[in-house]
């Protein structure tokens, strides 16, 4: 689709009132994602659900920050209340706090606020998943990424949005020397390897842009080479 259609999509969608929210803003899509939210300036509202308030560089009045405990998330209910639209790029790793509490997060966390803001009318859901997820795969952070997808799907979103990305290309805030050497192998070979690896911009740019498309399909999984072409057309 041509640049010149998205504006209007997006003439039309902002004249709507629409609000939204974000789970896990303060990580690195969520992050990306943020910017793109406000710079696209679709919604009239978005809010921030979080552990904790994250500072902002854009300057903005749009942007509301919720801090939760996600281990009660049913004493914050409330904060769901009143979105079109949620997006989720919330998650962590198995080597970061061991396989239990990344199950809980992935999975427990991620599907909880999807069934409060179902439950409170939020018709559409994005989610960032993984390249590979499948509730049946003998790996822990597949199959916990597959199992969330299909619960998810469960609830009955009027759009269920699954993006599947391969090695996101991103520089990270932390310190992980392994990872910096994929990531650049992934970078030089991108354009040969166009299932394997995405810019993380793109993941961000895919998400908003389908917002805004209409579908007769509830729910829709976009892979890795899927998302990297949202990209490609949003740096034409």
Sequence with gaps: MAEADFRTLEEDFRKQNRSCFVLGASGETGTVLLKELIQRNIFSRITLIGRRQISIEEDTDKVVQEVVDFEKLDDHAAVFQGHDVGYCCLGTTRAKVGPEMFARVDHDYVLKSAELARA????????????????????????????????????????????????????????????????????????????????????????????????????????????????????K
């Design 120 to 235: 409170r009318g939020c018709s559409q859901f994005h989610l960032e998943s993984s390249r590979g997820a499948d509730k049946n795969s003998n790996f822990l952070y597949l199959k916990v990424k597959g199992q969330v997808e299909a619960d998810i799907e469960a609830l009955g979103f009027d759009r269920f949005l699954i993006y599947r990305p391969g090695v996101l290309l991103v520089d990270r805030q932390e310190s992980r020397p392994m990872e910096f050497v994929a990531r650049q192998f992934f970078r030089a070979f991108s354009p040969v390897l166009p299932s394997m690896s995405v810019p993380i911009q793109a993941v961000a740019v895919a998400m908003v842009s389908n917002t805004l498309l209409k579908s007769d399909q509830k729910t829709e999984i976009l892979e890795n080479k899927v998302i990297a072409a949202f990209g490609k057309q949003k740096a």
